[in-house]
């Protein structure tokens, strides 16, 4: 069987087992929901080995999206790293069969310090989903391996059950991307986040006024290179304040269609109703507006309640900028 068939049918195997899990979620899951949101101190995360790594990537998306967590390896923690953890902190633990011994060796010191415990397991029956004090079954029937031995299957079931556990918190807690951005300075995506308009928006504001003829309506757009320019009354304030439409590049194509194009002016294809943005709002803010409303520049006010224009900011700077 050529490679490609046989991928598709893993993955047919996999989304199958999925669905199964997915059905089984009951209110054990909102117990645990409610058990971290309202914990005082932090989510503390142990596995080993492949679930291991899968717990320590529940951990980080958690971490990142408002959820005070940590991972430590299981087997380091009954070597010193229990000192991370204290009485207020709650404690999962992640196991697939439910017996991996060092999973189970740290439950009594984990009781001891005073921590609230919950199993994410495959087996519900297990020594370790009898000790904790809420359960989160991850069971699939088989792994998509041919040998139903190497982890496949119910290492997705976890990953994707460490997904909607941290969906489902960063709802409850209202996280926005201001604070996505705010833990991900770093990145490409958290400079775009944090970035504000101002920041990136040219102060060379391609202007006309109402009677302002066609040709130079063009020249206006040629030399801004902004594919736009705004229109303004005839008798224009200094501060800018007196914008009354704005003029694109397919407001030009539709008037060359319509009109004898020479022979107008600025007024009579402008559109009166035209977006903006103030330049303290983010550039992820700009984006959405682009995006809903199909359009690729913004006028830029000084603040949300003012009508004086400041810039312009173009798609084109901020797909530089990321």
């Known amino acids: 069987m050529q490679a490609s068939k046989r991928a598709q049918e893993i993955f047919s195997e996999e989304i199958a087992e999925l669905e199964k899990l997915r059905l089984s979620i009951d209110d054990s899951f909102d117990k645990v929901v409610d058990t971290i949101y309202n914990c005082q101190g932090k989510l503390v995360i142990l596995g080993i080995g492949k679930t291991g790594i899968i717990g320590h990537k529940i951990a980080s998306s958690l971490a990142s999206t408002g959820t005070p967590a940590i991972f430590v ?71 998509a391996c041919p040998l139903d031995l190497a982890p496949t299957t119910s290492t997705t079931a976890t990953i994707l059950m460490g997904d909607a556990l941290t969906i489902c918190l960063m709802e409850r807690h209202k996280f926005k991307k201001e604070d996505f951005a705010t833990y991900h300075p770093g990145g490409a995506l958290g400079r775009k986040l944090l970035g504000r308009v101002r920041n990136f928006m040219t102060t060379d504001i ?23 320019t705004l ?48 330049a303290d709002a983010l550039l992820s803010e700009a984006l959405e507006l682009m995006d809903k409303f199909n359009i690729t520049t913004l006028a830029v006010t000084q603040t949300p309640n003012t009508d004086n224009i400041i810039g312009v900011i173009s798609i084109h700077y901020i797909i530089d900028f990321a």
Do not use: W
């Open 73 to 143: 390896n299981a087997a380091e923690a009954v070597h010193g790293d229990l000192g991370m953890i204290m009485k207020n902190d709650v404690a999962m633990l992640v196991s697939n069969s439910g017996t991996t011994n060092e999973i189970i060796n740290v439950i009594t010191p984990l009781r001891n310090i005073g921590c609230t415990l919950i199993a994410m397991t495959g087996d519900i029956h297990s020594k370790l989903a009898q000790s904790c004090d809420h359960v989160l079954n991850v069971h699939v029937e088989k792994e």
């Open 231 to 278: 229109v303004f009354s005839d008798k224009h304030n200094e501060d800018n304040s007196d914008c009354v439409g704005i003029i694109t590049d397919g407001d030009l194509r539709r008037a060359i269609n319509k009109y004898d194009h020479l022979q107008i002016c600025a007024e009579e294809i402008m559109t009166p109703s035209f977006k903006r943005i103030h």
């Open 206 to 228: 391609p202007k006309v006024e109402l009677k302002t003829p066609m040709r130079e309506v063009v020249q206006e757009m040629t030399d801004k290179h902004l594919g736009m």
